[in-house]
Structures are given as C-alpha cells and as structure tokens.
Nanobody, 127 residues
Framework: VQLQASGGGLVQAGGSLRLSCAVA????????IGWFRQAPGKEREFVAA????????RYATSMQGRFTISRDNDKNTVYLQMNSLKPEDTAVYYC?????????????????????WGQGTLVTVSS
C-alpha cells in the first residue's frame, strides 16, 4: 500500500487545516489508519487513529476536541481536520496504515503497530 499525505502549510494560531492522505493499493476499507506527527528534535508521536471497523476513533489527549479523523471510502482517502491550532502543533504530520493483522475494532496508537507510512506533510503554526 502507498500513502500520500498533503494539505500542510502555514497557519496562524487559532486557525484550521485539513490534511488528506490518499491511499493506493489493497482494500482501503480493511486498513487501520493513523496519523502521527514529529516535531524537530522530538520523537514521532500519536495524533489520531481509526479502526478497521471505522466505528472507533481515538485521539491524543492534547488533540481531543480539536482534531477529527475521518475517511472517504469512495476516494480511498483519510482526513485529519485540525481546528484551534497552536504553535506547539507545528510538526511534520504522517499518515500510516496497518495492512495485515489489524483487529476489526481495535485502534492502534503506537508507531511500531504500523507497517506502511506516507512521506509526511509539514504544518507550521505561527503565534
């Protein structure tokens, strides 16, 4: 499977962005999907994830209520809507997928759970 993230850019604090992740190959609806981010000098961290069932989503504590993960199965695309952005949200954002072995209703939040990664898109939030 191949993933292509897009939609990053420069935004002022308090603004919004919507990231997209186009997924090619395999059966999109079978994948567990996640978003992660990595700020300069820091480790990659969990942002949001959706299960294969697409009925369970989970968010990192600091993103809860501000970010929303969603999917369009017709377009094989995953979205991350980010509202009320803060300077500390500045990072490269990555989408990732679990191709095989993901349990139906489980949401995976560890970097090591995912076996396919997109190239990342940079989000910069100015104060």
């Amino acid at each position: 499977v191949q993933l292509q993230a897009s939609g990053g850019g420069l935004v002022q604090a308090g603004g919004s962005l919507r990231l997209s992740c186009a997924v090619a190959g395999g059966t999109f609806s079978n994948y567990a999907i996640g978003w992660f981010r990595q700020a300069p000098g820091k480790e990659r961290e969990f942002v949001a994830a959706d299960s294969r069932s697409q009925r369970s989503a989970r968010y990192a504590t600091s993103m809860q209520g501000r970010f929303t993960i969603s999917r369009d199965n017709d377009k094989n695309t995953v979205y991350l809507q980010m509202n009320s952005l803060k300077p500390e949200d500045t990072a490269v954002y990555y989408c990732a997928a679990i191709e095989r072995g993901a349990a139906w209703g489980t949401v995976y939040i560890r970097v090591s759970d995912y076996d396919s990664w997109g190239q990342g898109t940079l989000v910069t939030v100015s104060s």
